[in-house]
């Protein structure tokens, strides 16, 4: 006697997923809101290393004048 195993899911079918537009919408809107803070983030990061770059290559006396 032979045991035989049976997938749960048939992987030869294709799946069949319809969202509404209003979903579309939703997801589009936190996408692009997403996108823009995450640039604005790295914008903000790359200005702070930027303004220490350029503060440590100022000569010294600037600061004790």
């Known amino acids: 006697?032979?045991?035989q195993q049976f997938p749960a899911?048939?992987?030869h079918l294709p799946r069949k997923v319809s969202i509404?537009?209003?979903t579309a919408l939703k997801v589009g809107?936190?996408?692009a809101l997403g996108a823009t803070l995450f640039s604005l983030l790295v914008s903000i990061i790359v200005a702070i290393v930027i303004?220490?770059?350029g503060i440590s290559l100022l000569p010294s006396d600037v600061?004790?004048?």
């Open 1 to 3: 006697m032979t045991t």
């Open 9 to 11: 899911i048939d992987d």
């Open 20 to 22: 509404g537009a209003g």
């Open 29 to 31: 809107f936190f996408f």
């Open 51 to 53: 303004a220490i770059l």
């Open 63 to 65: 600061f004790h004048s």
